[in-house]
């Protein structure tokens, strides 16, 4: 755009025969680089803190995932006088084990309820972080026997 004001003011010397850039041009570059810089470093920035995060949350998850699959476990275990009745009495309320650093877990279990009959409960293992929301994962166990 200016290559071609400047033409026009020059008498119409051909844009072709200019080498290298003006300083106006150098300027707006520079102008346009140091306005995008500013926005772009605060998301890096965000990205930066906002990472630990993810990686606090996904612990969580996993934390979770492994504590339900262990009460589960001891409810379809048939050796040692496990399961329904066994969970609900040992489980309930328990710290879930060997939470990692920096977070807690707890289960909680439901009264027992019948459904069609059916004796159950429902199970939730919840896991908390101080900068990460709860973690909720649950279940329904039934008395099967």
Do not use: C
């Not at 850039?21 to 990205?47: C, D, F, G, H, Q």
């Not at 159950?120 to 919840?126: I, M, N, R, S």
């Amino acid at each position: 755009m200016l290559r071609i004001a400047k033409a026009f003011s020059e008498g119409g010397r051909k844009i072709g025969n200019e080498k290298g850039a003006t300083l106006i041009e150098i300027v707006i570059l520079l102008l346009i680089l140091a306005i995008s810089v500013i926005p772009l470093s605060r998301l890096v920035m965000k990205n930066l803190n906002s990472g630990g995060r993810f990686s606090t949350m996904s612990r969580a998850i996993l934390h979770a995932e492994e504590s339900m699959e262990r009460i589960i476990a001891d409810y379809a275990a048939n050796t040692a006088g496990m399961g329904y009745d066994w969970v609900i009495s040992n489980w309930a309320g328990q710290s879930t084990p060997n939470p990692p650093a920096g977070l807690t877990g707890n289960v909680t279990i439901s009264a027992e309820d019948t459904l069609k009959g059916v004796p159950y409960v429902v199970v939730k293992t919840t896991v908390r972080g101080t900068d990460i929301p709860d973690v909720i994962l649950a279940t329904w166990l039934i008395d099967i026997n």
